[in-house]
């Protein structure tokens, strides 16, 4: 297996790529990696026993670039790694570089499954069940019919019994209310394309504040419903945190901290966003997944391991064949 990583572009060191590489390498003696960028750069950060090969990348993508800029960026570290994997010499793409860029150029190089209609952002969230679920799309479209969501439930359910092993995944359609008259007429239309799917575990209608009780397996939206709710969560799991860390400093609740530290601890690490710091790229013919730009080793760590457990389930060809089935 050929994993093929933009070391570029992001916020940190390309050291903490190259360090995740190196610790999944160890355990994994079936993977070949190949670490795109500029090439001088990446070897003066290589250990001598690394075995990575190495391919040079002289321009970056930047988080100020647009779609546009990044497509002319041919020699771009983003560009050429997507490129590889485009032209058989990779099984699958990660980067931490602008989600704004990655989706779209994506897209353009990796081409869609025939029968999708559109590309999908696709991230796990965590879960009070510790089980957590999908969410997609969170940012690739702003638009969508009631067919796109509906191919979104599909390759989400694909992935969780493949990659998950949820033999039979929940999936619900994020809405202002459960009641099925709620929502705009794609939402209805999604509705009542999953409802008359017998194949699918479709539980209805959910509601956002649900989504971290685990309510569902696979929650579908709109690319800006999706990208606001996921924030929403983010900032609010970020704010709780915030505020038991500042009323735990006070002297009167050291008690209380010191007896609920256990507890504490159980929720940082469940709600720790770096143990699944991957969102894929789903409906492209090939995977491609985007960790986050203030990716360090852990969060590349994670990435890749969501990477190379999509390829090696050839989880595109599942879906591939559902889409042509239905």
Same mark, same amino acid.
């Given at each position: 297996?050929?994993?093929?990583?933009?070391?570029?572009?992001?916020?940190?060191?390309?050291?903490?790529?190259i360090?995740?590489?190196?610790?999944?390498?160890?355990?994994?003696?079936?993977?070949?990696?190949?670490?795109?960028?500029?090439?001088?750069? $990446?070897?003066?950060?290589? +250990?001598?026993?690394?075995?990575?090969?190495? /391919?040079? !990348? #002289?321009?970056?993508i &930047?988080?100020? %670039?647009?779609?546009?800029?990044?497509?002319?960026?041919?020699?771009?570290?983003?560009?050429?790694?997507?490129?590889?994997?485009?032209?058989?010499?990779?099984?699958?793409?990660?980067?931490?570089?602008?989600?704004?860029?990655?989706?779209?150029?994506?897209?353009?190089?990796?081409?869609?499954?025939?029968?999708?209609?559109?590309?999908?952002?696709?991230?796990? $969230?965590?879960?009070?069940? +510790?089980?957590?679920?999908?969410?997609?799309? /969170?940012? !690739? #479209?702003?638009?969508? &019919?009631?067919? %796109?969501?509906?191919?979104?439930?599909?390759?989400?359910?694909?992935?969780?019994?493949?990659?998950?092993?949820?033999?039979?995944?929940?999936?619900?359609?994020?809405?202002?209310?459960?009641?099925?008259?709620?929502?705009?007429?794609?939402?209805?239309?999604?509705?009542?394309?999953?409802?008359?799917?017998?194949?699918?575990?479709?539980?209805?209608?959910?509601?956002?504040?649900?989504?971290?009780?685990?309510?569902?397996?696979?929650?579908?939206t709109?690319?800006?419903?999706?990208?606001?709710?996921?924030?929403?969560?983010e900032?609010?799991?970020?704010?709780?945190?915030?505020?038991?860390?500042?009323?735990?400093?006070?002297?009167?609740?050291?008690?209380?901290?010191?007896?609920?530290?256990?507890a504490?601890?159980?929720?940082?690490?469940?709600f720790?966003?770096?143990?699944?710091?991957?969102?894929?790229?789903?409906?492209?013919?090939?995977?491609?997944?985007?960790?986050?730009?203030?990716?360090d080793?852990?969060?590349?760590?994670?990435?890749?391991?969501?990477l190379?457990?999509?390829?090696?389930?050839?989880v595109?060809?599942?879906?591939?064949?559902?889409?042509?089935?239905?």
């Open positions: 297996m050929r994993l093929v990583i933009d070391v570029m572009g992001f916020e940190n060191d390309i050291s903490e790529a360090k995740a590489c190196r610790k999944f390498k160890s355990k994994h003696n079936d993977v070949q990696f190949v670490l795109v960028g500029r090439e001088a750069e $990446i070897k003066a950060r290589l +250990k001598p026993n690394d075995d990575f090969e190495v /391919v040079n !990348a #002289n321009d970056v &930047t988080m100020d %670039d647009s779609a546009m800029i990044a497509m002319r960026k041919t020699d771009s570290s983003m560009y050429k790694a997507i490129q590889l994997v485009q032209e058989g010499k990779g099984d699958g793409v990660l980067s931490a570089g602008s989600s704004i860029c990655y989706v779209p150029m994506s897209y353009f190089l990796l081409k869609i499954i025939n029968g999708i209609n559109k590309p999908a952002f696709m991230p796990y $969230i965590p879960s009070i069940n +510790k089980k957590g679920f999908m969410m997609l799309d /969170v940012g !690739a #479209n702003k638009e969508c &019919t009631g067919e %796109d969501l509906y191919q979104f439930a599909l390759m989400g359910a694909i992935y969780c019994q493949e990659i998950r092993n949820i033999a039979s995944p929940k999936i619900g359609i994020v809405n202002i209310g459960t009641e099925i008259d709620k929502g705009f007429a794609y939402h209805k239309d999604a509705y009542n394309l999953l409802k008359a799917d017998k194949s699918i575990n479709f539980v209805g209608f959910v509601e956002p504040r649900g989504l971290l009780n685990g309510v569902v397996d696979v929650a579908v709109d690319g800006f419903v999706g990208n606001i709710t996921l924030k929403s969560l900032g609010g799991l970020l704010a709780i945190k915030t505020a038991l860390k500042s009323e735990y400093k006070k002297f009167y609740n050291w008690l209380g901290a010191i007896t609920s530290i256990f504490i601890k159980g929720i940082s690490k469940t720790d966003y770096k143990n699944n710091a991957g969102a894929f790229v789903m409906g492209l013919q090939k995977i491609a997944v985007k960790t986050h730009g203030s990716a080793e852990q969060q590349f760590s994670s990435a890749i391991r969501m190379y457990e999509a390829v090696e389930k050839d595109v060809t599942k879906i591939s064949k559902a889409i042509g089935k239905k």
